[in-house]
């Protein structure tokens, strides 16, 4: 098969064309009917040969016929879903029948969505809660309909009542300076709005990262704060100003322009800001919570490898990073992530595959993103969940430590980890594993943390 003129033979993952799909889809389905028709009992023959001959007419009618896919070098690898949407990941073989090097491709089995829908859901997701409509009571849709009526109503009488505000300390009734004061206002404040919507888009994210994102809050209202101060030396940009404060309305910094013109104003909201900032991270550090998210998921396991105990809830809760801000894609471990991001050899997958037969989940290590990936299978509950999540933080133990240990070896040397050593590592982690995970668990749960309300927001896809 041809790949598309745009792909790089280096990707770790290559989206098939809409012809190649379609090839490969109806490959599987004749190869499901063969199998149904080579069954052992006569009986049994004859009813898969009546179910696979609808597979073999609707191959027909597309202008598909099973042997066009018969000499071909693809090979299923797995299969991967998402919230109903479903792909599978196929490799190529050379004539030797190895898999060749970062062929994996993959073949959506969904059809896409018309422009129109992804715009749709697309809102639907900033509108309504995430899980709707399952997430919600039935009073919710009619609750919900009356609060939009209610805020309509209510911003329009804030129109009247700020240009009647305006009006009152003076400005000119008859021109048409009020009404333009007024609209600007509330552009203002429905920028705001629009803020608040982008910041709660977040969603369960608060309650996984909850000092995080209360920290983060406060960091960017100290910011809009600056931003609304600027608007005394730029009166001319007031309306931009004003809708980038209240959209951010969370942090610390002014322009150099303030701190030229208002000096003294500078520094009174330059120590007002240090003693606003310091407050509210004293504020969340003083919080002692006892579940684990992944930051103290994270605090855990590295004391438990290094001392072999779990730290207290007040030691754990003071080593949690409040920095580590869920929007950022810099964490060492990936917990519920796609195939296509974990593995970029199907070699790499297949050599590790039987280590993971009894589990409901596949760590693996990624050297050119110098990530640790936890894949979770579709069986998954929650403990398996909770041990993937030690496995992926054991196995990344493992690599820092042999990162260590050869580093000046290495330098020396110009050598270069090998998959082999990573095959070795994801091994070694998974003997490990199966000794420690239990005494982990009983360990924390001395200690009071609440193993069972683990909350490390795993990412939704799962292999089949």
């Given at each position: ?180 004061v007024a609209i600007n206002w509330i552009l203002k404040d429905g920028a705001g709005r629009v803020g608040k919507m982008l910041f709660s ?147 790499a997958f297949l050599a590790i595959e039987s280590l993971f037969e009894k589990e409901r989940y596949i760590v693996t290590y990624n050297p ?97």
């Amino acid at each position: 098969m041809k790949q598309s003129p745009n792909s790089t033979s280096t990707s770790a993952a290559q989206t098939l064309t809409s012809q190649e799909s379609r090839l490969l889809v109806r490959e599987t389905l004749r190869i499901s009917a063969s199998l149904a028709s080579n069954a052992g009992l006569s009986s049994s023959t004859g009813i898969h040969e009546g179910a696979a001959i609808p597979l073999m007419d609707e191959n027909r009618r597309m202008g598909l016929v099973g042997d066009e896919f018969r000499d071909s070098s693809l090979k299923l690898i797995c299969c991967e879903e998402i919230d109903g949407r479903r792909w599978k990941y196929v490799a190529e073989k050379d004539s030797f029948g190895n898999f060749k090097n970062n062929s994996i491709r993959t073949v959506s089995l969904h059809t896409p969505q018309a422009p129109l829908d992804e715009l749709m859901s697309f809102v639907r997701s900033y509108v309504v809660p995430e899980g709707f409509p399952e997430s919600v009571t039935p009073s919710y849709v009619p609750y919900m309909t009356w609060r939009a009526l209610k805020h309509f109503f209510g911003g329009a009488m804030g129109v009247f009542t700020t240009q009647t505000l305006l009006n009152s300390v003076g400005i000119s009734r008859n021109s048409a300076t009020p009404g333009a004061v007024a609209i600007n206002w509330i552009l203002k404040d429905g920028a705001g709005r629009v803020g608040k919507m982008l910041f709660s888009r977040q969603g369960n994210k608060f309650d996984y990262d909850l000092k995080q994102l209360r920290f983060a809050g406060d960091l960017l209202m100290e910011l809009g704060a600056g931003v609304e101060l600027a608007t005394a030396s730029v009166p001319h940009l007031f309306l931009p100003l004003a809708c980038a404060a209240n959209v951010l309305k969370l942090g610390t910094g002014l322009s150099i322009l303030i701190s030229k013109k208002n000096p003294s104003l500078v520094t009174t909201f330059s120590l007002l800001s240090c003693g606003y900032v310091f407050s509210s991270y004293r504020e969340v550090r003083s919080v002692v919570l006892h579940t684990l998210n992944r930051a103290r998921f994270s605090v855990a396991v590295e004391s438990f490898l290094k001392t072999g105990q779990v730290p207290s809830l007040q030691e754990g809760n003071m080593q949690e990073k409040i920095f580590s801000f869920p929007w950022l894609k810099d964490r060492p471990v990936i917990l519920g992530s796609r195939f296509r991001d974990a593995f970029q050899d199907p070699g790499a997958f297949l050599a590790i595959e039987s280590l993971f037969e009894k589990e409901r989940y596949i760590v693996t290590y990624n050297p050119s993103k110098g990530k640790v990936y936890a894949l979770l299978k579709d069986q998954a509950k929650s403990d398996d969940i909770l041990k993937a999540a030690f496995h992926a933080h054991v196995l990344l133990h493992f690599i820092h430590s042999a990162d260590n240990s050869l580093s000046s070896r290495s330098q020396q040397e110009h050598l270069m980890p090998a998959a082999t050593d990573f095959e070795l590592h994801i091994a070694e982690s998974c003997k490990m594993v199966s000794t420690s995970y239990r005494h982990f668990k009983n360990n924390a749960a001395e200690q009071g943390w609440r193993m069972s309300d683990s909350l490390l927001n795993p990412g939704r896809a799962r292999l089949h």
